[in-house]
């Protein structure tokens, strides 16, 4: 079985620029995750997805950041403009409610310069 | 509101020896419980899942155990090694459909060969 796919790996970019990130969950999977790393922290939730409706994003800055996930299937996270404080590891992950557990992509590292 | 905690933060151990990783949860109504292994800069792999109808699971040197109701789970690791070393991550799912998932802060294992 695939895992989930994301891209890029790293990205570097200056304040005030933007960022968009791809993941690709596995095959099946309906729910679909992005989480922000920063560095010595836990992961955070920043939005669920079930199939293509948005299930919770109370903790995503929407001002600035933004998702989608159209035909329900590849996801894309969007940051429009940076800021220094959005550096971290962007993690997408999906999951099969029915039997539970999760599985993480590699994730992406932001560094805003 | 559901918060999980790790402690210790970090644990450095000679290579060779069993230890005991810990986490705790406030709400004790959770769907399953999870542990990851994060490599610097990685993403997560998922190591065991428990679900809350059972009290441990097991994978090769690791032992998961859940005691849901005093909202504690604790990682087993026997005969550590080196490659061992990195941050464990515990995360609960909550007991709603929406499935979210809460992580602690990670405890980082370093083996001392």
């Known amino acids: 079985e695939a895992g989930v796919a994301q891209s890029p790996r790293y990205k570097i970019i200056e304040k005030r620029q933007s960022v968009a990130f791809w993941c690709n969950p596995i095959s099946g999977h309906a729910t679909l995750y992005w989480y922000q790393q920063i560095l010595g922290q836990g992961p955070k939730l920043l939005i669920q997805f079930q199939n293509n409706g948005v299930v919770d994003d109370s903790q995503l800055p929407k001002d600035r950041f933004s998702a989608e996930r159209l035909k329900g299937v590849d996801s894309t996270l969007k940051i429009q403009p940076a800021k220094l404080e959005d550096s971290a590891v962007y993690l997408c992950a999906s999951s099969f409610v029915e039997l539970g557990g999760y599985t993480f992509g590699s994730g992406t590292r932001l560094t805003v310069v | 509101k559901q918060e999980v905690t790790q402690i210790p933060a970090a644990l450095s151990v000679p290579e060779g020896e069993n230890l005991v990783l810990n986490c705790s949860f406030t709400d004790s109504a959770i769907y399953n419980l999870q542990w990851f292994r994060q490599d610097p800069g990685k993403g997560l792999t998922s190591l065991l899942l428990i679900q809350s109808s059972q009290r441990e699971q097991t994978s090769g040197r690791l032992n998961a155990s859940l005691d849901k109701s005093s909202g504690r789970s604790t990682l087993y690791i026997a005969a550590s090694q080196p490659g061992d070393s990195a941050t464990y991550l515990c995360?609960?799912?909550?007991?709603?459909?929406?499935?979210?998932?809460?992580f602690g802060k990670g405890t980082r294992l370093h083996i001392l060969p």
């Open positions: 995360a609960v799912s909550t007991q709603n459909r929406d499935d979210k998932i809460i």
